[in-house]
């Protein structure tokens, strides 16, 4: 908000993963000397340099086709860690990790996807979602994409699409084909979308009316992947049984 910009992700840089997951791991074990994770190393860090021996991260990809997509190209040590994927290891998908919390601890403790409420890989299903649960984050998220989009750093070029953002957002249905990000969607602007979709009024307020958080949130269940993006956001999440001889078997 204070640079006028959009996440990096929304220009195709996919960084923050690093930078506010894994780094502050890393920070957490190895120590830092600077910034806002300063600290020494930790015990266990400190012990393995002294016997040699190889930390083993736990890493939680799973066997559903995004994960094993995204998985594919990792390497499985670098010089600090090795790398394990036991999910992967027992062929669990997301559905199998879900319905194994579920079991064992409730519905109500299966986590949510870990990513910002104004993340630019949002599906339209989760944009719904924000507005029926946690309309006040839709609203902030909005702000930012407008302050961006017509302040300093802004890429959006009024020549070249014909109007200024503000009137496209208003007034048009859609932003014309082109490779310049145009909102927190990348190729949409989650302003536009929310104008579009009856999900604000006129002063892009969102609507929280019990009868408009009921319709985004059917909205949300009907566009929801079946797949990746099962988690404690998705209802009726069934309870079975998981045994040990059927999921357990390694490749």
Not at 23 to 45: C, E, I, K, T, Y
Not at 146 to 161: C, I, M, Y
Request: glycine fraction near 6%.
């Amino acid at each position: 908000m204070a640079n006028e910009t959009l996440p990096s992700l929304a220009f195709g840089m996919k960084s923050c993963s690093v930078k506010w997951k894994q780094v502050p791991q890393d920070q957490f074990l190895m120590g830092a000397r600077s910034g806002p994770n300063a600290r020494p190393a930790h015990p266990v860090w400190e012990r393995a340099k002294v016997t040699g021996q190889r930390i083993v991260k736990l890493i939680g990809y799973d066997c559903g086709k995004a994960d094993l997509r995204r998985s594919k190209a990792l390497k499985p040590a670098d010089a600090n860690f090795d790398y394990v994927y036991p999910l992967q290891l027992v062929r669990w998908t997301r559905r199998d990790c879900v319905r194994a919390i579920t079991h064992a601890l409730g519905a109500d403790l299966v986590p949510i996807k870990s990513a910002c409420f104004f993340c630019p890989a949002s599906k339209h299903w989760e944009l719904y979602w924000l507005a029926a649960n946690h309309p006040e984050l839709l609203e902030r998220a909005l702000l930012l994409e407008r302050n961006a989009l017509t302040g300093k750093h802004s890429r959006f070029d009024a020549v070249q699409f014909g109007a200024s953002w503000e009137d496209l957002v208003r007034n048009a249905d859609g932003f014309p084909s082109t490779t310049t990000t145009v909102g927190l969607g990348r190729s949409f602007a989650w302003n536009q979308w929310a104008r579009v979709n009856d999900v604000v009024d006129e002063h892009f307020n969102v609507r929280r009316a019990a009868a408009d958080r009921a319709r985004f949130a059917a909205l949300s269940d009907s566009l929801r992947d079946p797949d990746n993006a099962l988690d404690s956001r998705t209802p009726g999440i069934p309870v079975v049984d998981i045994t040990n001889s059927e999921q357990l078997e390694l490749w």
